[in-house]
């Protein structure tokens, strides 16, 4: 009843808010918003006050604001098309296998670098002039830029309950707050990405290769309301979502309550919580063929003056609800997996006058 109530205020919310004419800001923000309303009531209230509930939507959107930059230092940076997908095949023809796939960002880079360059034959050349920013060698870092964001998200938690904890004052109460607040919502576009599914892969805006299926265009109306070829990908992310009218109050019926993910150490020493994100990326990446073959089948279709097929509307809302239940069993993980931050810990009983004498 609890996560009802709040996927309620949530959806009430969104009447006083002017909503964006770019439907795929519309699914982040769904995303996001599936987030919230899946978080316990225990999680920390600062979250569930309308400003910041609104906040953490907006933010959802704030990486492809970044993209809109054209600078070629923006597109290697934080705001790279790269940080948004990865095309997992290429993972495996560079020779990298997923079991052992390394979690740190710069080992990865290290490991692809060499094993593209053994492999050359099985990745396409690239076309200088559409390589200005020096990003098409990738096959893209969302795994990594998921679980980097995590990582900042439990630091913020740390650091706050350090202050709430030791005579930290408002104001300091209040940014820290702020911070958690920025990196909840930024992330949740990241999460949101990988829960569509062709942001998995090298098939990502058409069928690359062999294509004995003959898998073809998505379709959309135009302006005198007929069916004509569009581009899948966009279709996919957002054209389907606007035309067939999907909004929060369908999913949040659905909504589950969130489950912390388990981050037991692991003998191989790799970071449990990117192995995790690593396998929600490999579970939809299971569904591109299978999205295609719906495509084709016309379960993606809206023709001038029929509503959309139930099959379609039930795969793009249930790719919603995944990634907004990730999102937030990230959140949650988050939360309470932060440690005590010793050192600001340390610091804060300095100011006070209480800190342990020296041995």
């Given at each position: 009843?609890?996560?009802?109530?709040?996927?309620?205020?949530?959806?009430?919310?969104?009447?006083?808010?002017?909503?964006?004419?770019?439907?795929?800001?519309?699914?982040?923000r769904?995303?996001?918003?599936?987030?919230?309303?899946?978080?316990?009531?225990?999680?920390?209230?600062?979250?569930?006050?309308?400003?910041?509930?609104?906040?953490?939507?907006?933010?959802?959107?704030?990486?492809?604001?970044?993209?809109?930059?054209?600078?070629?230092?923006?597109?290697?940076?934080?705001?790279?098309w790269?940080?948004?997908?990865?095309?997992?095949?290429?993972?495996?023809?560079?020779?990298?296998?997923?079991?052992?796939?390394?979690s740190?960002?710069?080992?990865?880079?290290?490991?692809?670098?060499?094993?593209?360059?053994?492999?050359?034959?099985?990745?396409?050349?690239?076309?200088?002039?559409?390589?200005?920013?020096?990003?098409?060698?990738?096959?893209?870092?969302?795994?990594?830029?998921?679980?980097?964001?995590?990582?900042?998200?439990?630091?913020?938690?740390?650091?706050?309950?350090?202050?709430?904890?030791?005579?930290?004052?408002?104001?300091?109460?209040?940014?820290?707050?702020?911070?958690?607040?920025?990196?909840?919502?930024?992330?949740?576009?990241f999460?949101?990405?990988c829960?569509?599914p062709?942001?998995?892969?090298?098939?990502?805006?058409?069928?690359?290769?062999?294509?004995?299926?003959?898998?073809?265009?998505?379709?959309?109306?135009?302006?005198?309301?007929?069916?004509?070829?569009?581009?899948?990908?966009?279709?996919?992310?957002?054209?389907?979502?606007?035309?067939?009218g999907?909004?929060?109050?369908?999913?949040?019926?659905?909504?589950?309550?969130?489950?912390?993910?388990?981050?037991?150490?692991?003998?191989?020493?790799?970071?449990?919580?990117?192995?995790?994100?690593?396998?929600?990326?490999?579970?939809?990446?299971?569904?591109?063929?299978?999205?295609?073959?719906?495509?084709?089948?016309?379960?993606?279709?809206?023709?001038?003056?029929?509503?959309?097929?139930?099959?379609?509307?039930?795969?793009?809302?249930?790719?919603?609800?995944?990634?907004?239940?990730?999102?937030?069993?990230?959140?949650?993980?988050?939360?309470?997996?932060?440690?005590?931050?010793?050192?600001?810990?340390?610091?804060?009983?300095k100011?006070?006058g209480?800190?342990?004498?020296?041995?």
């Amino acid at each position: 009843m609890k996560i009802r109530s709040l996927a309620q205020v949530i959806v009430a919310t969104l009447s006083i808010i002017p909503l964006a004419r770019a439907w795929d800001y519309e699914g982040h923000r769904m995303v996001n918003q599936v987030a919230l309303a899946s978080l316990p009531a225990d999680f920390p209230a600062f979250v569930r006050t309308a400003t910041n509930a609104e906040r953490v939507a907006f933010l959802a959107g704030e990486p492809d604001r970044w993209r809109n930059v054209p600078d070629a230092i923006m597109r290697q940076s934080g705001g790279s098309w790269t940080d948004h997908f990865c095309d997992l095949e290429q993972l495996t023809d560079a020779g990298l296998d997923f079991a052992t796939l390394p979690s740190l960002r710069f080992d990865f880079v290290v490991a692809f670098a060499a094993g593209r360059a053994a492999h050359l034959d099985k990745f396409p050349a690239i076309d200088p002039t559409k390589n200005t920013d020096h990003t098409r060698e990738w096959p893209g870092f969302a795994p990594w830029t998921i679980d980097e964001y995590y990582t900042r998200l439990k630091s913020g938690f740390a650091y706050l309950k350090t202050f709430q904890e030791n005579g930290g004052t408002p104001v300091e109460i209040a940014n820290a707050e702020a911070n958690i607040v920025y990196i909840m919502g930024v992330m949740g576009h990241f999460v949101g990405d990988c829960a569509q599914p062709l942001h998995t892969t090298v098939h990502h805006n058409g069928w690359v290769g062999p294509n004995p299926k003959g898998y073809g265009p998505a379709f959309t109306v135009n302006a005198a309301g007929q069916s004509v070829a569009s581009t899948i990908h966009s279709w996919i992310d957002g054209g389907f979502v606007g035309r067939a009218g999907i909004s929060l109050a369908d999913l949040v019926p659905r909504v589950k309550p969130a489950a912390p993910i388990s981050i037991a150490a692991r003998p191989d020493h790799r970071d449990p919580m990117f192995v995790a994100i690593l396998d929600y990326l490999l579970a939809q990446n299971k569904l591109v063929e299978p999205l295609y073959a719906m495509d084709q089948a016309g379960k993606f279709r809206i023709e001038a003056g029929k509503p959309p097929t139930e099959e379609g509307r039930a795969f793009i809302t249930g790719q919603l609800l995944k990634g907004g239940e990730m999102l937030g069993a990230l959140w949650l993980s988050a939360w309470r997996d932060a440690p005590v931050d010793t050192f600001l810990r340390g610091q804060l009983l300095k100011r006070q006058g209480t800190a342990p004498a020296a041995k």
